[in-house]
């Protein structure tokens, strides 16, 4: 019988079962971060074993409040930093390399297909799009991550999701993430891995892959998995050049985890997007999910480009495609974060950052930041944000705040026009 | 360290209550679990619920509905019910990583059908709030007590996610096997 990509990956990273349905997997990689970490460094050194499982497979960064806001968030950012100064975990990424997460770690060539991944941050479901199997934990996998590492799962099921038609000019892979959420609801993929196929997600770059997994956790997916391709490989090439003859060659090896064609699937969902159009959040939670065209009008306060889900190149051309030659509305505050100083650099270099600066907006540093009301960008009670990040929650941004999810292009012509708007018609 | 479990209920009748809603993230600077008390639950806007109520202190169980505590990874959920004693959470449903690090902790995260969440809801009404659940791991049973009626319900715990809690927690379990 054929396997999924999680089914392969598992079965070639089992350390032990202790209980029928219970796989304890060997880890390639834990990632870690300054809010999620110290409390488990702090419980290590509690009990005695402030130790590491294997320094080299351990990356840190410091993202979601970085450079320091206050006192507290100082000790967060040194507790991280000695611990990993003191264990030589040499992939440390401290004020001025840092950049948030799931972009700075994919960007440096952590993630290779068919590794195991765990770190205490449910976007962490973002690395399946190099046909990994990642997952968001706690603070206590985490830590016995970093101790043992190992992390324990329930064997999830997977859903094959097929992704198919032709995607329309300014329709991109948030718009397609959130129909798919919207169809799937906010528990549609619990305890589940969702493998993405089909024609839509091969033309996908890599950063679009990566919005597209972002999202799976919003439909309590365990991770989102693409197919590794020679898309995946010539990303990856300046980093695996030495293991491999040629890209063919590391083509052949990667396609080992690809799902076999009598992979069996909890449920397979096709989905012909060739007539989707943009779309938007509306209220609470991200599978209250509408075109963009019936919130038209909207008005909104604020409008914030970047994070884990949209704050990687491809996303900062697209919403300079809207801006540029255009200015912001008065109503309307523009934020933008570029997700990595690389990601910053190049948009500089590109004359996307000008682009943004002349329209009105104001340009931060890599950060998690506004994402979830921690800094630069906080929303006042009673405020809207359009947001290309990922979660909409009540209070998400700041308590009594309000934020529509949409695609970077989305987010730039609300900011453009005051109120929501289809960049299409501008 | 092992945990007691049952006591008064409180009573939660959403679905998707979420992470952020349990601890917003203006809090996760803080790094002991004990600065977390006086914030538990504190942006869930829910009709006749107060964060800061009499109702939440007493509590030693919450029940609630479907997908509890989707959202964000953060632990910073469970020990905010740990360090009020909250040491039981019944739901028809949980998020993965939520469930996860309730055990990983050795706390429970019991699920019962939603028809069975209704009986408990029924219970509750008919005891204007005044409800017991008594836990016996060993049986896998809970027993509410409320206005002299007593209601049992058998609940299903995987063997690793009791081993998990008899351990004491995840660390524990896996400092042992490791």
Not at chain 1, 56 to 72: E, F, M, N, R, Y
Request: aromatic letters at 8%; hydrophobic letters at 40%; one cysteine or more.
């Amino acid at each position: 019988m054929g396997q999924t990509t999680a089914e392969k990956i598992f079965a070639a990273h089992l350390r032990d079962e202790p209980f029928p349905g219970t796989k304890v997997l060997n880890l390639d990689r834990v990632f870690c971060h300054e809010i999620t970490t110290p409390v488990a460094i702090a419980d290590l050194e509690w009990r005695g074993k402030d130790r590491v499982f294997d320094a080299g497979k351990i990356k840190a960064v410091i993202d979601h409040v970085t450079p320091s806001k206050d006192s507290k968030t100082a000790l967060q950012a040194k507790m991280l930093r000695d611990w990993a100064h003191r264990h030589q975990i040499k992939d440390f990424f401290d004020v001025g390399r840092n950049g948030v997460c799931h972009a700075i770690f994919p960007e440096k060539g952590y993630v290779r297909p068919g590794f195991t991944v765990i770190m205490g941050d449910s976007h962490t479901c973002t690395h399946g799009a190099f046909g990994a199997f990642a997952a968001g934990v706690g603070t206590t996998d985490l830590e016995v991550g970093i101790l043992k590492g190992v992390c324990a799962f329930r064997e999830p099921t997977t859903i094959r999701v097929n992704l198919t038609g032709i995607l329309q000019p300014g329709v991109v892979a948030k718009d397609v993430i959130l129909f798919v959420i919207g169809q799937l609801g906010v528990n549609g993929a619990t305890d589940r891995v969702l493998e993405f196929h089909g024609p839509i997600v091969e033309a996908m770059s890599m950063d679009a892959r990566m919005t597209l997994c972002n999202m799976a956790i919003e439909a309590g997916g365990t991770c989102g998995i693409c197919q590794p391709d020679m898309t995946t490989v010539d990303y990856l090439w300046p980093f695996i050049q030495g293991e491999f003859a040629s890209r063919d060659a590391a083509l052949a090896e990667y396609r080992k985890w690809c799902a076999d064609g009598d992979a069996v699937y909890e449920k397979v969902l096709t989905f012909d997007v060739s007539a989707l159009e943009p779309q938007v959040t509306y209220g609470f939670k991200p599978d209250c999910v509408k075109p963009v065209r019936e919130m038209a009008g909207t008005k909104v306060d604020q409008v914030y480009i970047g994070t884990c889900t949209n704050g990687r190149i491809e996303d900062l051309r697209q919403a300079a495609e809207v801006l540029k030659g255009r200015t912001i509305a008065d109503s309307v505050r523009g934020i933008v974060s570029p997700a990595t100083p690389k990601i910053f650099q190049e948009a500089l270099n590109e004359g996307i950052i000008q682009i943004f600066m002349d329209a009105g907006f104001c340009v931060t540093n890599p950060t998690c930041g506004a994402c979830l009301g921690m800094s630069n960008g906080v929303l006042a009670e009673g405020e809207v944000c359009a947001s290309t990040s990922n979660r909409n929650f009540n209070g998400r941004m700041g308590k009594g705040g309000m934020v529509h999810l949409m695609s970077p292009a989305s987010a730039a012509a609300a900011a453009v026009t005051g109120v929501i708007t289809d960049a299409r018609t501008l | 360290m092992k945990k007691t479990f049952g006591g008064p209920a409180i009573f939660l009748d959403r679905a998707d209550i979420n992470t952020d809603e349990i601890i917003p993230a203006k809090y996760l600077t803080e790094v002991t679990k004990e600065a977390l008390t006086p914030y538990c639950l504190e942006d869930l806007k829910l009709e006749g619920f107060d964060p800061k109520g009499e109702e939440l202190k007493r509590a030693r169980v919450v029940v609630s509905r479907a997908n509890f505590g989707c959202g964000s990874s953060r632990e910073h959920a469970p020990w905010v019910f740990e360090v009020n004693d909250i040491h039981t959470i019944i739901a028809e449903s949980y998020a993965r990583i939520f469930r996860q690090n309730m055990f990983n902790c050795g706390m429970l995260a019991i699920e019962l059908p939603a028809a069975e969440i209704q009986r408990l809801f029924d219970l509750e009404e008919a005891a204007a709030g005044r409800i017991e659940i008594e836990v016996h791991l060993d049986r896998q049973e809970l027993v509410a007590q409320a206005a002299g009626r007593s209601e049992s319900f058998r609940f299903e715990i995987s063997p690793f996610d009791k081993a998990l809690v008899q351990a004491g927690g995840w660390v524990e379990y896996a400092d042992a096997r490791y």
